[in-house]
């Protein structure tokens, strides 16, 4: 027997080369992720109504001599209904109202919410419970009381009840929404550098599992999306997301639409993923290669689009004011992120593992430098549209929750955006991987790593260990050249890797921005389950605002309301004082309208338009010819109104040639 092999089997059994550190690391900084998600969404207050209740008829906590037809409820925005939508409840609990659930009739019906009541309801007090879906999606709830001829004692208790947008189902639905922007960013942004930047990295699995995880995460979030859609706008369990009939209902919605339609796009996706990786990364011939790429290009830029279309046109960009802007300029937006932090996430795993490190070429480095630079571009200039369209006032940045998360948001991308200046300086130092460093071919690889432990195997029997039986010394030792290949291997690439201290430099700056970048996503999300600042300033502002005498308190001298207003144009805000004097059905009454700034400062503008609505009665709207006496001072002389009630008051201010906005308030007229 050859004593060098003799010698060789009598070593130690080589020790299994250590998990490799740049996997440690990585699962240590996902699972510290994870906490600052659980952290940030467990701190974060219930996302507050979208839609918020402008008005309701009757008033909440009024108390009319007469029972009314029906009850009317006018939101912000548009809402979308359902059968249980609206529950009129009267002392004893039971339901008064009859027929079915509906808008009302009108020119803003979208935002209204009616029902009819039992005719002949006796005197006492009802509770008018409500609920449902914001024309951004998200789910809005609330209750309020009326008299009829008195106030009473009433037995009906809703405390038990659910409130839309909480619970367990809301948590679930964050996290779902936030797992769905991750895999966004991580698809596309994993998809532009492989095909962009770095189109021979498309062969390497490390960074290869980054879109389709990605993939993977959009899938799996948006199934449950669709389950869970019914208990979080609901308020009910979590079985509802089991239940067919639920699931069906809340598919034929626009939110659930959506959903249906970035599943089918992430098909199309798929399909995407298998061409980048099989034939457009295995093409040689650079004329094919660039036919394909155009293809891919188009194709990849639609199914793109698409999916970040499914989420501008049912969320935030769909409702408030220039929604036919907001969208396309929420899709930018959207595609911006995802570019940069999905692409930076890409070149942290081209740089971190060892087997992509060394390989990864400079120019590749640049060219994701300058993509970055004009998706930031991108993100800042279309986030500084959205925050203006959603804000509205610089007093909204530190007196709303949107505002508070909004400016932590700006915080974090001026840190991100600093991080990043240091990464170009290093992506300026870095130098080109060695030749020992190139991408291998595999084929070679493998044919050689095959005869080394072939070769092993064909030792005579009993070679490898003394009196080992039916040649088990030969798998030993084909184990061991296995064993001991592999982590020349990993030295090898760890030295690749390492050899550049540029290289380094930069890999641990990306990493810092990644960090970043995840906590940024998180405060994203929480955003778009906030209300906009424009939104609850306004809600605020009705809060605030002086209330209408009710019909039970007698005849008031002057109705006075002060309506603040915001066309979304320049000098587009401000506060229109309306007064109605005396307040009578029936005889001429006295109006004044005094449009004011945000300074308090009287101010004209191009057109000013006033119309009353009965909507009790189906009676309306009666327009109001202004008269302009003055700066920011309208009058009208001998408007009567002839009917008692709540009336609907609708003021519209138009600013320029396309701002213009609509304010509604009621008002109670005496007898």
């Not at 004011?321 to 930018?332: F, L």
């Not at 240091?422 to 071919?441: H, K, M, Y």
Request: with cysteine; net charge positive.
């Amino acid at each position: 027997m050859d004593p060098r092999l003799s010698a060789t089997s009598a070593r130690p059994p080589a020790r299994r080369p250590p998990a490799r550190p740049w996997r440690r690391r990585l699962a240590a900084l996902a699972v510290g992720l994870g906490a600052l998600l659980g952290l940030l969404l467990a701190a974060a207050a219930p996302a507050s109504a979208h839609a918020a209740l402008i008005g309701t008829d009757p008033a909440g906590n009024s108390v009319v001599a007469t029972a009314p037809q029906r009850v009317v409820l006018t939101f912000s925005e548009g809402v979308l209904l359902s059968p249980d939508s609206l529950r009129v409840l009267d002392p004893r609990g039971a339901n008064v109202a009859v027929g079915a659930v509906g808008h009302a009739a009108g020119k803003d019906s979208g935002s209204t919410a009616a029902v009819g009541l039992r005719p002949g309801l006796p005197g006492g007090t009802y509770t008018v419970a409500w609920r449902a879906v914001s024309q951004d999606s998200h789910p809005v709830a609330g209750a309020f009381t009326f008299s009829v001829g008195a106030p009473s004692r009433t037995t009906v208790d809703l405390s038990g009840e659910a409130a839309a947008g909480n619970g367990p189902a809301a948590a679930l639905y964050g996290i779902g929404r936030y797992l769905a922007y991750t895999g966004f960013a991580l698809l596309v942004g994993g998809s532009v550098f492989l095909s962009v930047c770095w189109p021979k990295g498309a062969l390497l699995r490390p960074v290869q599992r980054i879109a389709t995880t990605g993939w993977l995460a959009m899938v799996v979030a948006t199934i449950a999306l669709i389950m869970l859609r019914g208990p979080y706008v609901n308020g009910k369990g979590l079985g509802q997301a089991f239940d067919l009939g639920v699931v069906r209902d809340q598919l034929e919605t626009r939110p659930g639409a959506a959903l249906i339609s970035r599943l089918l796009l992430l098909a199309a996706a798929a399909v995407f993923l298998a061409v980048l990786f099989g034939g457009y990364s295995r093409r040689e011939d650079p004329a094919e290669r660039a036919d394909l790429a155009w293809g891919l290009g188009i194709g990849g830029g639609v199914v793109s689009v698409g999916i970040a279309a499914t989420w501008a046109m049912a969320e935030h960009a769909s409702a408030g004011i220039q929604p036919k802007v907001a969208m396309p300029v929420d899709v930018v937006h959207l595609l911006s992120m995802a570019v940069w932090l999905g692409g930076l996430v890409t070149l942290l795993t081209a740089l971190w593992a060892p087997s992509t490190a060394g390989v990864i070429e400079r120019s590749a480095v640049r060219r994701f430098s300058a993509l970055a630079l004009g998706a930031v571009t991108a993100l800042v200039a279309s986030g500084t549209y959205q925050a203006w369209r959603q804000i509205g006032t610089w007093k909204a940045f530190t007196g709303t929750s949107y505002g508070r998360l909004l400016l932590i948001k700006i915080g974090l991308v001026a840190v991100l955006v600093g991080v990043a200046w240091f990464s170009r300086r290093w992506t300026q130092a870095i130098g080109e991987p060695g030749a020992a460093a190139r991408v291998p071919d595999r084929t070679t690889t493998a044919a050689g790593e095959s005869a080394t432990v072939a070769a092993a195997a064909r030792q005579p029997v009993g070679a490898g260990s003394a009196g080992g039986p039916g040649g088990a010394g030969g798998g030993e030792r084909a184990a061991q050249l296995r064993r001991q290949q592999a982590a020349r291997s990993a030295a090898r690439a760890r030295k690749a890797r390492d050899a550049d201290p540029a290289r380094g430099a930069l890999r641990r700056s990306v990493l810092a921005e990644a960090v970043v970048a995840a906590a940024l996503l998180t405060v994203t999300t929480l955003l778009t389950g906030s209300q906009p600042g424009r939104a609850a300033e306004e809600q605020k502002g009705l809060a605030d605002a002086p209330s209408t005498p009710a019909a039970s308190s007698g005849v008031p001298a002057q109705l006075a309301l002060d309506i603040p207003y915001d066309t979304g144009g320049p000098r587009g805000s401000g506060t229109a004082g309306f007064t109605l004097s005396p307040g009578r059905a029936g005889t001429p009454n006295e109006i004044h309208l005094l449009l004011t700034d945000p300074a308090n400062a009287p101010v004209d503008v191009p057109e000013v338009r006033l119309a009353f609505t009965l909507p009790a009665r189906r009676l309306g709207p009666i327009q109001v010819p202004l008269e302009h006496v003055d700066t920011g001072h309208w009058t009208a002389t001998g408007v009567q109104l002839p009917l008692p009630g709540s009336w609907q008051l609708s003021v519209t201010v138009r600013t320029s040639d396309v701002d213009e906005v609509t304010q509604t308030r009621n008002v109670q007229v005496s007898q």
